[in-house]
């Protein structure tokens, strides 16, 4: 049986587990994955920062980590969308470990309010899994680059043919620095983030670009210089004014990879070879700097030809496609349920009163922001039946259901179902007959599986005799039956 649950990164040990799990799912049949290295991302979950969650979500069975998911948001914009990365090793994949993990992912951003899911896949050429997952659970992909390599340490004699190919800088000067900003260029630098921004084509993809400040910039690099040095080159005019920049990092744990990041030449200075100028500046940096690294990896759009040019005069070898894919969520009002049997397989339902007739489900409800789905059960089923007390129950069913008048506000509502075995008792919740009138609730009952079959009226969900039938036939499934 598959049990997702969150990490706690402080454990490190189990951290460490997941991480290689993980690691085992991203570069498995890729020849130059590029994954956060463990001390990075260790540290970013155990220090969250202000503008953003991140949480590690793991796959488990018997205790054991077998997949694993990040699980991205930001808190200060974009704040309808969220961002997974689900990375399953080969050896457990094609048993719904994706899924079961997408699943949690659906349920968190339901809880979250939020409807756009981003993610990022590495795509080789010949078969990619993650494609077809991605493709199945109905991302689009909004934007494609090339993930290029050029082996390092850097070929002296191309270096030395490209600057006699660039000829002289006239009319700016060049300034590279290693770590942090220095002060007298932050606004600069700030600034030209913010331009880079706009200008990086990112396709489809939804998202809303915030300026750059001085405090974020600071804010942002104190965080990366703890586990990468920058390697930045940024290009002047005579006159002082900024016309460009171009970063490398050098991750301080990663003794293989380092990754060329940002480029950018402000429009009207683009024609004046600014670009190769401040790669070849920036590679003397890397030579200086470079510990044992292997690869520098680059990433560029497929629209983007002047890059793609300079890409080739430098050497770079495309390795894989680089996507972007988004989805569109409903905004499901999302809730947990209890599938509560008795030794003599009894269920325990609540009767629903609608203008159309009476409807029996099981008992639960919504989610409140900030608690867990099994947390949210047990609150729920405390006020509603009284019942506490019980070990972690088996995730059975996830049930997306989009249909108009289920929610006031929402497009439908979301239900995970989880089996509760527990001794007959007499359903009396904290909440009194009153308040459950006031949520629709007009009676309870325990009803035998007979007494299900015979029954012809409705049930939520609407083929509840039938699923209960299978899970007493066959025990619950290893991953949660998708409804
Ligand atoms: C993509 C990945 C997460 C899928 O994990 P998984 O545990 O095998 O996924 P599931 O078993 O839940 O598969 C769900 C469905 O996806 C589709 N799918 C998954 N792998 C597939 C493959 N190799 N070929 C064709 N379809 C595939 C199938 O429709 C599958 O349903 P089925 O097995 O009933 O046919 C895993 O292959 C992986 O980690 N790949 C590398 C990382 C990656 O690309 N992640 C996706 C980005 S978020």
Redesign the pocket.
């Known amino acids: 049986m598959i049990c997702i649950r969150e990490i706690d990164p402080a454990d490190l040990a189990l951290f460490d587990e997941w991480y290689d799990a993980f690691r085992a ?2 570069v ?2 890729r020849e130059a994955a590029l994954v956060t290295g463990r001390e990075a991302l260790g540290y970013s979950l155990r220090n969250p920062g202000p503008l953003k969650t991140r949480i590690a979500v793991g796959a488990f069975e018997d205790d054991r980590v077998l ?1 694993g ?1 990040l699980f991205e948001y930001r808190l200060t914009d974009n704040l309808d969308t969220v961002e ?7 050896a ?11 699943q949690w992912a659906v349920t968190r951003s339901a809880q979250l309010g939020r409807t756009i899911v981003q ?4 795509v080789p050429a010949g ?8 493709e ?2 109905g991302f689009q992909v909004e934007h494609v680059e090339e993930h290029l390599v050029v082996p390092l340490p850097y070929d002296d004699l191309r270096l030395e043919e490209l600057r006699s190919a660039a000829g002289g800088l006239d009319g700016y000067r060049l300034t590279s620095w290693a770590g942090l900003c220095p002060p007298e260029h932050q606004q600069a630098y700030a600034d030209l983030h913010t331009a880079m921004d706009l200008d990086v084509p990112t396709g489809g993809m939804t998202r809303e670009v915030v300026p750059w400040t001085v405090e974020k910039l600071e804010a942002s690099e104190a965080r990366i210089d703890r586990n990468y040095l920058a390697l930045v080159t940024m290009v002047h005019t005579l006159a002082g004014e900024p016309a460009g920049y171009t970063l490398i990092y050098l991750p301080r744990a990663d003794a293989e990879n380092a990754q060329q990041d940002d480029t950018l030449v402000l429009r009207e200075h683009r024609g004046h070879n600014l670009g190769t100028h401040l790669k070849l500046a920036n590679l003397d940096q890397l030579a200086k700097h470079r510990t044992t690294q292997r690869f520098l990896h680059t990433w560029t759009a497929l629209t983007n030809a002047p890059m793609r040019k300079v890409n080739t005069r430098f050497g770079f070898r495309a390795v894989e496609q680089h996507r972007e894919l988004e989805l569109r969520l409903p905004s499901l009002r999302p809730a947990a349920r209890g599938v509560i049997l008795d030794p003599d397989d009894r269920m325990l339902l609540v009767r629903f009163e609608f203008d159309d007739g009476p409807l029996w489900a099981t008992p639960g409800g919504g989610l409140e922001a900030g608690e867990t789905v099994v947390e949210g059960l047990r609150r729920e089923l405390v006020e509603e039946v009284g019942l506490r007390d019980f070990a972690d129950p088996p995730h059975l069913w996830h049930e997306e259901v989009v249909a108009e008048g289920h929610a006031t506000g929402y497009d439908g509502v979301l239900n995970d179902y989880f089996l509760i075995r527990t001794d007959h008792f007499t359903p009396a919740g904290a909440l009194t007959a009153e308040e459950l009138r006031a949520e629709n609730v007009h009676g309870m009952r325990w009803w035998t599986p007979a007494e299900l079959a015979d029954h012809d009226g409705r049930f939520a969900p609407r083929n509840l005799p039938d699923l209960l039938n299978q899970v007493l036939a066959s025990g619950p499934p290893t ?1 949660p039956l998708g409804l």
Do not use: Y
């Not at 457990?92 to 997408?102: E, F, N």
């Not at 993610?119 to 590495?122: A, F, K, R, V």
């Not at 078969?127 to 991605?134: H, L, W």
């Open positions: 799912g991203a498995a049949g997949g998911m997974v990365e689900i990375e399953v090793p080969p457990h994949r094609r048993r719904g470990i994706g899924t079961a993990l997408w993610t990022e896949l590495g078969d990619s899994p993650g494609a077809a997952f991605a199945r659970l991953t």
